[in-house]
């Protein structure tokens, strides 16, 4: 669950005013890390968004996050297990745990403060602001450098209206962190995290390798066909 947090709380930070599909590709690296004498080996994902006027869709790996707000629905889907679970708008994450996660729900919630740098960065053909992002869960400081753009043929102060507050909810942020996250103005092209979790250093890089405008693949805005419906969310299964 936590590569999918991370997936949202980066790519989402898009905008919309369209007269056609934005698709936005990204890649994502993870790198190695040793906690408690196991290893995860480093990895890397590719990350696919798709934004309309009411609908934003956003996978990365095996998981994807659907928010339709002309059904008034949030979803996220699992392709490895092909499992989903949908919640009603406004998003209240804590009814999406099962009942053995549910008294971890308070540890769960994160708080965040933007700040930003000043500095400027062309990268790729955007032209970007940088900002430092500093998220706190269980006690634990995540720092993030951002940079990102304005420089779109969409407008994100729209696409920000409607889709930040159940982006940054589904990330368990608070109220005050969501007025935080709004500090940051544009789409999100790069981002270079670094924490330390029980003497472990941890380290991720995501990076918009693609912004385009073409026709959407078709049913990418609803659950995939024969996935099962389920009433919580797959703790296991959402933490590849």
């Not at 590719?46 to 659907?66: M, P, Q, R």
């Not at 920000?160 to 996250?181: H, Y």
């Not at 092209?189 to 991720?204: C, D, P, R, W, Y």
């Amino acid at each position: 669950m936590k590569k999918v947090i991370t997936g949202i709380a980066i790519v989402a930070m898009a905008a919309l005013s369209l007269s056609a599909d934005v698709y936005i590709k990204s890649k994502t690296h993870t790198d190695a890390v040793t906690m408690m004498g196991q290893t995860t080996p480093a990895s890397d994902a590719i990350g696919e968004a798709w934004l309309s006027d009411n609908v934003f869709y956003n996978k990365t790996g095996d998981n994807a996050v659907l928010i339709d707000l002309a059904k008034n629905t949030f979803m996220m889907i699992n392709y490895s297990a092909k499992t989903y679970v949908e919640s009603p708008l406004p998003l209240d994450m804590t009814k999406l745990l099962p009942p053995e996660a549910a008294a971890m729900a308070a540890m769960l919630v994160r708080t965040a403060t933007v700040t930003p740098s000043g500095e400027t960065k062309k990268i790729g053909t955007w032209n970007c602001q940088g900002y430092t992002q500093t998220v706190t869960v269980m006690g634990m400081p995540m720092t993030t450098k951002i940079w990102a753009t304005t420089d779109l043929p969409f407008d994100w102060a729209k696409f920000s209206g409607k889709f930040l507050p159940a982006v940054t909810k589904s990330s368990f942020l608070d109220d005050a962190s969501i007025k935080e996250m709004a500090k940051i103005k544009g789409y999100m092209i790069s981002s270079e995290t670094n924490a330390e979790m029980m003497g472990a250093k941890i380290h991720v890089t995501i990076d918009v390798t693609e912004i385009s405008t073409k026709t959407a693949p078709a049913g990418i805005y609803s659950a995939p066909a024969g996935f099962t419906k389920t009433a919580a969310l797959d703790m296991n299964a959402f933490r590849r």
